[in-house]
């Protein structure tokens, strides 16, 4: 426990010191925010303001929507899902600092010192999570500041839960960059390994639109997409989205981080033992 | 079993086809500066990693203060301190940030760890550069900043490989100096390296490592005496005059002259003895220098291998060859 402490406090050392990366780290989620969750206002498209046209009509259409997206306010649904996206593209990152620290020599000088070899992945993913939580505590208050609408009667649990629901989807994601980053001997790897793996399953998720509308083979990989669940659990919590059910999101995730976790621990414990 | 710091008994490592080393076997004793001097791919950091437990050995076994590299990696790891051939601090960190992180990795906490930090900066020479970050320090402080981070724990043995690579007469001189220092302290230093001054400046004894086997070990006054005696250069003013006046002096000392351009060669047992008699000889001759070359480890690498030490430059057919050879094999 102890080497992991200091290694966790080293890379949240490194990255508090490198403020620019910070800044530019916000700029994409909040632009994906800004100009695309504001531009594309549902509501407005069929707010039709002219006489003759049913009230019911309208009615029917606001009913629609919340159904639907569970807020009239696409802005607030994408920004719901854009934290859980944030989350994965973070957990990405979080793999190239080990591809650097086995190019700059740092992990020679760790795997020389009689630190337990789990310290090293359990501290890279500690801090993977630390980054996530700050960055989403930053990325929703300014969604917040953008107008986003949370729901009425919001507690303090819902936003541990909604917290705790990143971290649980975090922790499996974080694990498998960290494995492949354990494993690859450039940067670039990764980044491609990113490119692969998150545009889809970001826009085959719950995300960016809801499920109900997907063509059903659509449909068929994103209830299987942890993507979904967790941006449904934490749409839930702060939208306030209904689900049919919470028990089996949660379980779902649960299950696919955990084996996840456990097998890019055994896996990245496994590249450890030996360095050429 | 203690009369050994460092043992290795056959150790070997075979990366697919290639030897890189074979049945390496060695006895550092406490308190000596043993050395590995060979050139660039000699398996010298293959030897190293092993014995640092950063790679698991093919065959043979190797002991650290009686601990085993394989049954035992956890107490090894606690007993030596290891300065890579590549630098490993963190270059965003400072090198305070950096000896610290080492001396809590080492299970020191709080002041005890700050105070360790301290001295191994201050022993090194870091301390007034310890809050900049490294990456604004030159290269002898950062190969300083290597050894610091190594220093943290007290380990008793130390491995340096290749401390000095790269850095210039100024800064290998200063190390050299605190590596002296260190030896005096008690501790057992295996030093690789390729430069033979070093070997020579700082070393007890050397193994000769050339593809992956030791050729030759000794202290290096005992390596340089296999070499017969010593040899003096003749320098001509005139070119024409070096094949005549190398057969007489074979002639009248009995001794081997061989003509080089406008220089003569000549191979004596001792200069002391030999140069009276020669500077009869060549007296009248237009000779404009004459220079005595001491026998040194570059000239033992070069009798017992046929190559130099240093031949980093360039593509060696020689070498691939030789290398070549030894993976079919």
């Keep these: ?276 | 079993m203690e009369e050994c710091s460092i043992k290795a008994k056959n150790l070997t490592k075979r990366f697919g086809q290639l030897i890189a080393v074979n049945r390496v076997s060695f006895c550092a004793r406490p308190g000596e500066v043993y050395s590995l001097l060979g050139p660039n791919g000699a398996g010298k950091t293959t030897t190293i990693k092993m014995l640092a437990t950063l790679l698991q050995p093919t065959a043979g076994e190797a002991w650290i203060k009686g601990y085993s590299i394989l049954r035992e990696p956890h107490h090894v790891r606690r007993t030596i301190g290891l300065v890579p051939q590549d630098l490993t601090a963190d270059d965003e960190l400072t090198g305070w940030e950096n000896v610290l992180i080492q001396a809590r990795l080492y299970g020191y906490s709080g002041n005890e760890a700050e105070k360790r930090a301290r001295e191994a900066l201050e022993f090194m020479g870091l301390m007034e550069a310890a809050h900049r970050k490294v990456s604004t320090y030159s290269g002898g402080m950062r190969r300083r900043l290597e050894v610091a981070m190594s220093l943290v724990h007290s380990p008793e043995v130390l491995f340096l490989d290749e401390p000095t690579l790269g850095l210039d007469v100024q800064s290998r001189r200063h190390l050299w100096g605190l590596i002296e220092e260190l030896k005096k302290q008690g501790k057992t230093i295996l030093l690789t390296t390729h430069y033979m001054e070093e070997a020579e400046a700082l070393a007890d004894r050397v193994a000769i490592i050339d593809l992956g086997k030791i050729v030759a070990e000794g202290s290096p006054e005992e390596l340089k005496s296999r070499i017969k005696g010593e040899v003096i250069h003749l320098k001509l003013r005139d070119p024409g005059l070096a094949n005549g006046l190398a057969e007489s002096l074979a002639r009248e000392l009995g001794v081997e002259a061989e003509p080089k351009g406008d220089t003569v060669v000549v191979r004596v047992q001792s200069s002391g003895e030999t140069l009276p008699s020669l500077i009869r000889l060549v007296s009248g001759m237009p000779i404009v220098e004459i220079r005595i070359v001491k026998p040194n480890l570059e000239e033992v690498f070069l009798e017992l291998t046929g190559r130099r030490l240093r031949e980093e430059e360039g593509f060696d057919v020689f070498r691939f060859r030789v290398m070549s050879r030894r993976v079919r094999r």
Excluded: C
């Design chain 1, 1 to 276: 426990m102890g080497a992991t402490l200091v290694l966790f406090r080293r890379e949240v050392k490194k990255w508090v010191g490198r403020r620019p990366v910070f800044v530019m780290s916000m700029i994409t989620p909040l632009i994906w925010l800004a100009l695309f969750g504001k531009s594309l206002n549902l509501y407005s498209m069929f707010n039709v303001e002219q006489p003759g046209f049913a009230e019911v009509v309208q009615r029917l259409v606001e009913q629609r929507i919340m159904e639907l997206f569970g807020t009239l306010d696409y802005f607030t649904y994408l920004a719901s899902g854009m934290l859980v996206v944030f989350a994965l593209f973070q957990s990405a990152f979080g793999g190239v600092g080990i591809v650097f620290d086995k190019r700059l020599g740092y992990m020679t000088r760790l795997l020389v010192s009689p630190i337990p070899r789990v310290s090293i992945f359990m501290a890279k993913i500690l801090g993977t999570l630390f980054r996530i939580t700050i960055l989403s505590a930053v990325l929703f208050a300014a969604a917040l500041a953008l107008g986003f609408q949370v729901k009425p009667g919001i507690t303090a649990v819902d936003l541990l839960a909604a917290w705790g629901v990143i971290l649980l989807l975090s922790l499996g994601l974080a694990s498998i960059y960290a494995t492949m980053a354990f494993y690859a001997n450039n940067h670039e790897v990764l980044f491609a390994a990113m490119n692969l793996i998150n545009l889809p399953l970001m826009f085959t998720s719950s995300a960016i639109f809801p499920r109900e509308q997907m063509p059903s083979w659509l449909r068929a990989i994103a209830s299987i997409n942890p993507i979904t669940h967790a941006a449904d659990l934490v749409r839930y919590h702060l939208v306030g989205r209904p689900l049919s059910s919470y028990a089996e999101p949660l379980a779902l995730l649960a299950a696919f981080s955990l084996t996840l976790f456990l097998v890019g621990l055994a896996l990245s414990l496994r590249s450890l033992r030996e360095v050429s």
